[in-house]
């Protein structure tokens, strides 16, 4: 079983900043994969970042060149560098793991951008 518990969600104006953060803890030497998904209010949920093990990261196209996934192994946390905020980036954030047989999730983070 992995643990996540995501920070960092808040308000924010349209060009703005933010970090989010996700710590993960539990079987983590079985996690093959982390990432970030969003669902905002009335639509799907979907994937904003994912780094693979190995470090190699996608991104939607949507955020590509605005956000950046990073993790640091030795205190297992996930980030996401969020810049250059739009108010359709608004939604609950959620930190996903992937091992070999199951998805994890966090609690959700909340992002709201203002125009």
């Known amino acids: 079983q992995v643990q996540l518990v995501e920070s960092g969600g808040g308000l924010v104006q349209a060009g703005g900043s933010l970090r989010l953060s996700c710590a993960a803890s539990?079987?983590?030497?079985?996690?093959?994969?982390m990432g970030w998904y969003r669902q905002a209010p009335g639509k799907q949920r979907e994937l904003v970042a994912v780094?693979?093990?190995?470090?190699?990261?996608d991104y939607n196209d949507s955020v590509k060149g605005r956000f950046t996934i990073s993790r640091n192994i030795a205190n297992n946390t996930l980030y996401l560098q969020m810049n250059s905020l739009k108010p359709e980036d608004t939604a609950v954030y959620y930190c996903?793991?992937?091992?070999?047989?199951?998805?994890?999730w966090g609690q959700g983070t909340q992002v709201t951008v203002s125009s």
């Open positions: 780094i693979a093990r190995g470090g190699s990261a």
């Open positions: 996903n793991a992937r091992d070999w047989t199951k998805y994890y």
């Open positions: 539990g079987s983590v030497s079985n996690i093959r994969a």
